[in-house]
């Protein structure tokens, strides 16, 4: 008995497709199909019903190839469903699950998840106090990230934001974390890099990549950060800690918007349905941090990304997207421009949860990188007038070219927090006064170094126990004999 005879017999219900227009179908005779529930065609062909009328159905079909007018269909009576399993780590995968790396059948017990559920309700829910390091310091230090949080990366087309999150995937992928990379209409180039970098960071084998390529069907490319939320619930309720990159959420509204166009809605603004504010809202309302029934807390963090033209912060789904998360990382285009990596803007980015993730010298230490980066900016305006310039302020100048150096990272370099602290610790002690920016670099580089060689660890512990900044000045002058006996 094949899957279509099997739910015959299970629901009775035989119907017909009636007409047909790219990935959308119309369908008579299934009186009980209720709205998302999953139907069958005779070719075992998958669809989601979408739109019910009196005595027609619209339903979103998932692979349109070979679907023809007449041919039979039936309900399911179960909503759509994805085989989840423990296996899928390490694989490329399209929305269904199934392998798209050429690596063979995805083994092992398969669970199957609907694709759409309700998130969490309140009672289940635990606070976000634990920090998720990206490895990048102008984000740690400036808009930290908590486990469960949802945050925004926002910025133009090719401005750095897929870089950014493979370097959190790699930077997190050590701690154990499931990392989940949704490639939403990206081509297998864009794929193949991801997965290149991933390698090359030793991460790829805690990764799951979900694929959708720019000619697949617009109904399974829409399924897509559905099917990855569903994948990191499954993780979830195993006590796992899982991070989820939507890359990216503009070009998945667009998605939604063709649909809907197919099937005669009335456009709103943009031309976009009215409900897809709601639509991509329920998705992000399925991270946070959860009590685990395993002990401790479980929980999904969700990176989604979100692109911009020029800069434009205020397009109809940025904003929803926004509205949505609990604060964003915007790279900024003209930042790019200018040489900057990565090109995140920090006085334009928030983080409205990371905050209470910080311990007391951190959120110091970050009240003083924002004052003397804004004493910067201000102090470079006057330099354009190019008077001759007192001593102080030329010497706050340097200082906010050694921060704007120091925050500079290229692809490959991932700093863990306790090393970025001692490198701000550094350079508030004047430790690189001396130096010139290139001795500097070289010297980070190999802090960077004997931190993984761990030769940096009486440092490690110390810096936990710091409560000021006086203390980590303090502490650093103490620990500066070391760190040179090291370089
Ligand atoms: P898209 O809109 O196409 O998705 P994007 O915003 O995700 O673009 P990326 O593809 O991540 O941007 O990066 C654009 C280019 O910038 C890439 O060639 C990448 O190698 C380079 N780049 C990004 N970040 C850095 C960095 N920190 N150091 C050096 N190069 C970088
Ligand atoms: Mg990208």
Redesign the pocket.
């Known amino acids: 008995m094949n899957l279509f005879e099997a739910y015959l017999e299970k629901t009775k219900e035989i119907g017909y497709i009636t007409s047909l227009s790219h990935s959308v179908a119309r369908i008579s005779g299934l009186p009980d199909l209720k709205p998302e529930e999953m139907i069958i065609t005779e070719n075992s062909k998958k669809g989601i019903a979408h739109g019910l009328k009196e005595k027609t159905a619209e339903v979103l079909m998932i692979d349109t190839r070979e679907l023809k007018i007449g041919e039979k269909v039936t309900r399911t009576g179960v909503y759509f469903d994805i085989p989840v399993s423990q296996e899928l780590l390490g694989r490329i995968v399209n929305p269904l699950c199934q392998p798209k790396d050429g690596l063979g059948l995805i083994k092992g017990d398969k669970n199957y998840c609907p694709i759409k559920k309700e998130a969490p309700p309140i009672i289940a829910r635990a606070e976000i106090n634990e920090p998720l390091e990206t490895g990048i310091m102008v984000v740690d230090l400036l808009t930290p990230i908590g486990y469960g949080q949802r945050e925004l990366v926002i910025?133009?087309?090719?401005?750095?934001?897929?870089?950014?999150?493979?370097?959190t995937i790699a930077s997190q992928a050590k701690e154990g974390v499931v990392c989940i990379y949704v490639g939403i209409g990206?081509k297998d180039t864009?794929i193949k890099?991801v997965e290149e970098y991933l390698k090359k960071q030793r991460a790829f084998s805690q990764t799951i990549i979900i694929h959708t390529a720019p000619d697949d069907p617009a109904g399974l490319t829409y399924l897509s950060p559905y099917s990855g939320m569903t994948i990191a619930e499954y993780f979830r309720d195993k006590g796992k800690k899982v991070l989820i990159i939507f890359?990216?959420l503009t070009a998945h509204a667009k998605i939604y918007r063709e649909i809907s166009l197919l099937l005669k809605r009335i456009p709103g603004r943009d031309s976009y349905p009215g409900e897809i504010f709601h639509i991509q809202a329920a998705l992000l309302e399925r991270a946070g941090t959860i009590k685990s029934k395993q002990g401790g807390k479980a929980s999904i963090t969700a990176l989604p990304?979100a692109?911009t033209l020029e800069n434009d912060l205020s397009g109809y789904i940025q904003t929803n997207l926004m509205a949505t998360t609990d604060g964003h990382i915007f790279?900024d285009i003209n930042e790019?421009r200018k040489g900057k990596?990565?090109?995140i803007n920090a006085f334009l980015s928030v983080s409205r949860i990371g905050n209470q993730t910080k311990s007391i010298i951190e959120k110091e230490l970050a009240i003083w990188i924002r004052k003397k980066m804004a004493e910067y900016q201000r102090l470079l305006e006057i330099t354009k007038f190019g008077t001759e310039l007192p001593f102080e302020i030329q010497k706050n100048i340097e200082l906010g070219q050694r921060l704007e150096f120091l925050f500079?990272?290229?692809?490959e370099?991932i700093i863990p927090k306790r090393v970025q602290i001692i490198l701000i610790g550094l350079l508030l002690s004047d430790f690189w006064k001396d130096k010139s920016l290139k001795e500097m670099k070289i010297e980070i580089n190999k802090i960077i170094e004997n931190d993984k060689k761990n030769t940096l660890p009486s440092l490690k512990e110390k810096i936990e126990e710091i409560k000021d900044i006086s203390h980590l000045k303090f502490l650093i002058k103490e620990i500066i004999f070391e760190i040179e006996k090291n370089l």
Not at 155 to 167: E, P
Not at 408 to 411: A, F, G, I, P, T
């Open positions: 910025g133009d087309g090719k401005t750095g934001k897929t870089a950014f999150l493979l370097q990206k864009a890099w890359d990216d990304t692109e790279f790019f990596r990565p090109a500079s990272q290229d692809l370099t």
